[in-house]
């Protein structure tokens, strides 16, 4: 017969007294609104929703139509924790040969970016 052989590991207090741990604060860049990039430029609304649409609720979809901004949308979902779940997923996803870059939506970096422009 063999004998199997484990480690203890003590737990913390937390888990000693019965109780979950809290809930985690989310980092600030953390938002409800994420920044798609490299879409591909056919892409459809109903084709957004069916990919971010799996991660929660979806409130809105922006694509880009100008030429300055085809290839790029806005997606905001009803709850944050959806919108980060949905950014661990989809970054790097393959759609039609692209690779999505997804990113929380910062307004002011964009907005120092567009200042450095001009």
Do not use: C, W
Request: glycine content about 8%; overall charge positive.
């Amino acid at each position: 017969m063999e004998t199997l052989k484990f480690r203890i590991y003590p737990l913390g207090r937390k888990m000693l007294a019965g109780k979950r741990p809290g809930p985690t604060r989310l980092a600030p860049e953390v938002n409800r609104i994420l920044y798609i990039r490299n879409l591909p430029f056919k892409i459809s609304a109903e084709e957004m929703y069916d990919i971010f649409g799996k991660f929660g609720a979806v409130r809105q979809i922006r694509l880009g139509n100008a030429p300055n901004t085809r290839g790029t949308a806005f997606v905001i979902y009803e709850d944050i924790l959806d919108a980060k779940n949905a950014l661990e997923h989809l970054s790097g996803f393959n759609v039609a040969g692209r690779y999505l870059i997804v990113l929380y939506h910062q307004p002011d970096k964009m907005k120092k970016n567009e200042d450095n422009k001009v």
